[in-house]
Antibody, heavy 126, light 107 residues
Framework: EVQLVESGGSVVRPGGSLRLSCAAS????????MSWVRQAPGKGLEWVSG????????GYADSVKGRFAVSRDNTKNSLFLQMNSLRAEDTALYFC???????????????????WGRGTRVTVSS | EFVLTQSPGTLSLSPGERATLSCRAS???????FAWYQQKPGQAPRLLIY???SRATGIPDRISGSGSGTDFTLTISRLEPEDFIVYYC?????????FGGGTKVEI
């Protein structure tokens, strides 16, 4: 079955760190770029980060730049999001999603997302 | 800052009726890198439309997308009970992914 399964969400204090994981199955993982998208409680969708097929190129929303880092391990069909210096406004359901990420030396093009996981919940609270 | 504004915020209709959801971009888009998603409560979003008007795999033909420039539309020709959920528009490209605020279609 083609699917994405996120894990690693938890309750963490402001200023803390957390690492999210996303396990892919049913498709050739290193054929695709990947993204993280989050949804705060009762709110809409916000793109967080994207990474190309090799992991050599990444991009971030301004709201997380410098605090979050996306990576992938194609040998384990896994995507990761390292989240540092967490804030209350980072509280959300975090989805990983599959989509084209095509990069030149200067920038990346992020395509639509055709496969999503069910999400993992992150709560930042003291 | 590039913004997508969806309207209306809530659309109240009955099964069998036609739904027209709008999404306006703050800047004119030179291409049709535009998508629509639906999201059921507690579930992940599902891709409906990409390229402004191409249906994703498994999406019925009663769901269609149109538009260009700053104005994009998602049309559901005959609402089924499972259509009464939330819809998001999205622009994709070299600036990352931008989502609209969503439209809830309710009975």
């Amino acid at each position: 079955e083609v699917q994405l399964v996120e894990s690693g969400g938890s309750v963490v204090r402001p200023g803390g760190s957390l690492r999210l994981s996303c396990a892919a199955s049913g498709f050739t993982f290193d054929d695709y770029g990947m993204s993280w998208v989050r949804q705060a409680p009762g709110k809409g969708l916000e793109w967080v980060s994207g990474i190309n097929w090799s992991g050599g190129s990444t991009g971030y929303a301004d709201s997380v730049k410098g605090r979050f880092a996306v990576s992938r391990d194609n040998t384990k069909n896994s995507l990761f999001l390292q989240m540092n210096s967490l804030r209350a406004e980072d509280t959300a359901l975090y989805f990983c999603a599959r989509g084209e990420v095509a990069c030149s030396p200067t920038n990346c093009y992020y395509g639509y997302l055709d496969l999503w996981g069910r999400g993992t919940r992150v709560t930042v609270s003291s | 800052e590039f913004v997508l504004t969806q309207s209306p915020g809530t659309l109240s209709l009955s099964p069998g009726e036609r739904a027209t959801l709008s999404c306006r971009a703050s800047q004119s888009l030179s291409n049709r890198d535009f998508a629509w998603y639906q999201q059921k409560p507690g579930q992940a979003p599902r891709l409906l439309i990409y390229g402004a008007s191409s249906r994703a795999t498994g999406i019925p033909d009663r769901i269609s997308g149109s538009g260009s420039g700053t104005d994009f539309t998602l049309t559901i020709s005959r609402l089924e009970p499972e259509d009464f959920i939330v819809y998001y528009c999205q622009h994709y490209g070299s600036q990352g992914l931008t989502f609209g605020g969503g439209t809830k279609v309710e009975i």
